[in-house]
């Protein structure tokens, strides 16, 4: 039903951080808890936590490995720089054993940008 839906654009930039469970990037881990998220989003963020390889067990919330990452936190802001603050911002909040982050989503979009002024 996608060809069903209203596509809308908004000015401004938008950061997706990948916090990946350990053994990144081979075989993931599975079973850790993860804390830090309230029903899975961040509570007092308009950051959105996208799942991929999460799962509920015993009602916590844990990595359940595959071939997806676990978390992907997107912000958006009016610019590229702002984005990717408050996407590595709301990042920090989330936590679990053997966190994997990638500290360098963005570098070569900021450094284009830098090489335009």
Known sequence: TLDQTE???SAGAAA?????????????????EITGLVNGQLPGSDAIVYHAGTAVQDGRLVTA??????????????DL??????????ADSIHFDKLHRRSDIGARALAALKARE
Do not use: D, N, Q, W
């Open 7 to 9: 596509v809308r654009f």
């Open 16 to 32: 997706c951080v990948i916090l990946a469970s350990g053994g990144y990037p081979l075989a993931y881990e599975k079973g850790k």
């Open 65 to 78: 490995g595959g071939r997806a990452p676990a978390l992907g936190v997107t912000a958006t802001a009016a």
């Open 81 to 90: 720089p702002a984005a990717l603050e408050k996407a590595y911002a709301a």
